[in-house]
């Protein structure tokens, strides 16, 4: 059995290291053009995978020791109306960076960088977590996400 807490430091710095260091290399384009990045630190793995394009599909699965234990589901859209994708997706990886290693199920309640504000309203605790995250941009919403996390395949 793993700690929680080992969880928790785990998924701050699979989460920094992954989708918000901006490192394409790490990913990989599987056959059914899903992106995948992994990372991996002691008996821990982290597998992150997506579906690119507009709207989106999200899943992560933390493993340990190989098996699962771990999840989260998400699925955002970018308003039509959004001309600057980019714009969008910078301010997400900058609030991933931002993640807090005590809560590192999703990022930060708030992040404003430019002409962009974040915000992210959840109800959480490691064993049920869920919640929904905007983006405005000059004070117009351009992006919804909602999510949920938690743990899977715990009865064997």
């Not at 199920?105 to 109800?123: A, D, F, H, M």
Request: charged share 30%.
């Amino acid at each position: 059995m793993f700690d929680k807490n080992d969880l928790c430091r785990f998924l701050s710095e699979a989460k920094k290291s992954t989708y918000a260091s901006g490192d394409s290399k790490m990913k990989t384009i599987n056959e059914d053009k899903s992106t995948t990045i992994v990372f991996s630190e002691w008996h821990w793995e982290y597998n992150d995978n997506y579906f690119w394009w507009e709207p989106y599909g999200w899943r992560e699965v933390v493993f340990y020791n190989g098996l699962p234990v771990y999840m989260m589901v998400y699925y955002w859209n970018v308003a039509e109306t959004c001309k600057d994708f980019q714009e969008v997706y910078t301010i997400l990886q900058e609030a991933l960076r931002n993640i807090p290693e005590d809560n590192p199920y999703r990022w930060p309640r708030s992040l404003e960088s430019g002409k962009s504000i974040y915000i992210n309203n959840y109800t959480w605790d490691i064993d049920d977590f869920f919640g929904e995250e905007i983006i405005k941009i000059d004070w117009t919403e351009v992006y919804k996400a909602k999510y949920i996390w938690g743990f899977v395949d715990q009865r064997r």
